[in-house]
Every structure is written in C-alpha cells, then in structure tokens.
C-alpha cells in the first residue's frame, strides 16, 4: 500500500541550509505535497510538486524531486527561527486520499 | 483569513463513551475529511465527505465512526464506543475542489482535537 517515510527530527544553526527528506511509495502520485505545522496550530500547505518536474523553487525554499528513486526533498535556504516547525510530506492516492509521513520536527538554534 | 475551526481543542474519555468531535469547514468548501495521528506516529487518513456521502475511507474507519454535516456549516465526527488505541489527535480538513492545490485542492486544516481516552 501507500507509503511515506520521513526522519523524525533535524536541528539546523541559523542561517544555515535545512534539507528535509521524504521516501514516498506510491508510483502513481501526480502531487506530491509539503505542508508545515507550527505550534498550536493545523498544517498549512508549504509548497506542492507535480511529478512531471524535478525541481522547482520559491523564494528560499526548494523542492527536488526524483522519481525513480521516489525520493522528495525540501531544502530551505537561510534557514531562521521563525522555521522551526513540523514539515509534513504527503502524496495524493486517488483522488481525496492524501497520504502524510511522520512529519520532521526542525529545531532552528539560534 | 477563512480558516477550519474545530471543538473541542481536548477532550478526556473514558473508554466505552460516545465522542463527538466538530468541524466549522471553510464556507465555500465542497470537500470534507477526517485525519488523525497518534502521538509520534503517522498523520493518517480517515476519511472523506462530499456531496453528503463518503467519498472514500481507511481501514481505520470501521463501524465506530461515522461521519455527519447535520446543516450547511458542521461537520462532526462521532466515535461511537472509544478505545484506548482512539487516543489521538484528530484533524478535520477542507478544501474546494479534490487533489491539485492549483486548482484549489489545498487542503485546509483545523488546529485539532486532541482526544484521551482513559
């Protein structure tokens, strides 16, 4: 069945560059998303990539995307305090099913 | 900003009594779904609400739960004889149309319920 795999934990010194990995299952997603959770509140969607693209990149953040390997990354540059977050990666399965990893609690030390 | 907003923020049961948990959508919103995560596990899918009808749900949603939208702006989740394995924290979600976010498939998510059941 659908699948994904993330690390649970990344701390990063300010400034600096975060990448946040995600392992992904099902072959046939279109969309594959990011979505960010801050303290206290719901996930909100971060960015979003079509699996017809390999990259694509907003403001300081990137997304990278291999197919093959049905790996997804998300890499934001100048990483600050305000970032510190959860990072939920998600496939879409069908047409309502998204499918969430763990989510990756990034710890920004200042 | 429009925004989901859920009640309660916590509830604490005891294992056997009936939840309800609720969800104000986004007013214009046609899709309605339930998901939940269990602490330090997977944000999982429960199921999903249009039209007045499930359109799809998990393995997870069994007989216990089920879905309601009673008027044009609730949507409820009820468990009907919670479990101590229900202990989680249970998000609704919105969005206008299904699946691609550039089309207005982002989904919108409420803040949570968290639910304990002792």
């Known amino acids: 069945g659908e699948d994904v795999e993330q690390s649970l934990f990344l701390s990063v010194r300010e400034g600096d560059s975060s990448v946040i990995n995600c392992t992904y299952t099902d072959s046939s997603s279109t969309y594959l998303y990011w979505y960010k959770q801050e303290p206290g509140a719901g996930l909100q969607l971060l960015t979003y990539?079509?699996?017809?693209?390999d990259m694509k990149q907003d403001q300081r953040l990137t997304v990278l995307l291999n197919k093959k390997d049905k790996h997804l990354s998300l890499r934001i540059a100048d990483t600050q305090t305000g970032d510190s977050a959860i990072y939920f990666c998600?496939?879409?399965?069908?047409?309502?099913?998204?499918?969430f990893g763990t989510g990756t609690r990034l710890k920004v030390l200042a | 900003e429009p925004e989901v907003t859920q009640t309660p923020s916590h509830q604490v049961t005891q294992m056997g009594q009936e939840v309800i948990l609720r969800c104000v959508p986004i007013?214009?919103?046609?899709?309605f779904y339930w998901y939940r995560q269990i602490l330090g596990q997977k944000v999982e899918f429960l199921v999903s609400?249009?039209?007045?009808?499930?359109?799809?749900k998990s393995e997870i949603f069994d007989d216990q739960f089920s879905v309601e939208r009673p008027d044009g702006s609730n949507f409820t989740l009820k468990i009907r004889s919670t479990k101590l394995e229900d202990s989680a924290m249970y998000f609704c979600?919105?969005?206008?149309?299904?699946?691609?976010?550039?089309?207005?498939?982002?989904?919108?998510f409420g803040e949570g319920s968290r639910l304990t059941v002792l």
């Open positions: 990539i079509f699996s017809n693209m």
């Open positions: 007013s214009n919103h046609l899709y």
């Open positions: 609400f249009y039209n007045n009808e499930i359109s799809e």
């Open positions: 998600a496939e879409v399965s069908g047409t309502y099913k998204y499918i």
């Open positions: 979600a919105s969005s206008f149309s299904p699946g691609l976010a550039a089309l207005g498939g982002e989904l919108f």
